[in-house]
């Protein structure tokens, strides 16, 4: 297992960036691959983005591609979400993740273990 606690998060404006950061604790780390999540009020948890564990391939949904950016420094056992251009709808609670399948494997079920959130507010 592995222990997540996600920073960052905040009250910004439409257009803004924001940086993300998920601290994991415990081992194996780099041999997982890392998700971002996010769960708006009234609506279930949705992918973001997902970074295999050598860093090397990304998924994104399409709702984010091109604005965000997700990375990993297995050295500090970090995984960063990097938010461009934020939108209103981008408000939502943002859950780190890890999952013992490939990147591509996107659907939460898929991830074990999960951080606590941290909430992104985007005021238009």
């Known amino acids: 297992q592995v222990q997540l606690v996600e920073s960052g998060g905040g009250l910004v404006q439409a257009g803004d960036s924001v940086r993300l950061s998920c601290a994991a604790s415990?081992?194996?780390?780099?041999?997982?691959?890392m998700g971002w999540f996010r769960q708006a009020p009234g609506k279930q948890r949705a992918f973001v983005a997902t970074i295999s564990s050598d860093g090397g391939r990304t998924n994104y949904a399409d709702s984010v591609k091109g604005r965000f950016t997700i990375s990993r420094d297995n050295a500090e056992n970090t995984v960063y979400l990097q938010m461009n251009t934020l939108k209103p709808e981008d408000t939502a609670v943002y859950y780190c993740a890890a999952s013992i399948f490939r990147s591509d494997y996107v659907v939460a079920a898929n991830f074990h273990s999960w951080g606590q959130g941290t909430q992104v507010t985007v005021s238009s």
């Open positions: 415990g081992r194996a780390f780099s041999s997982y691959t």
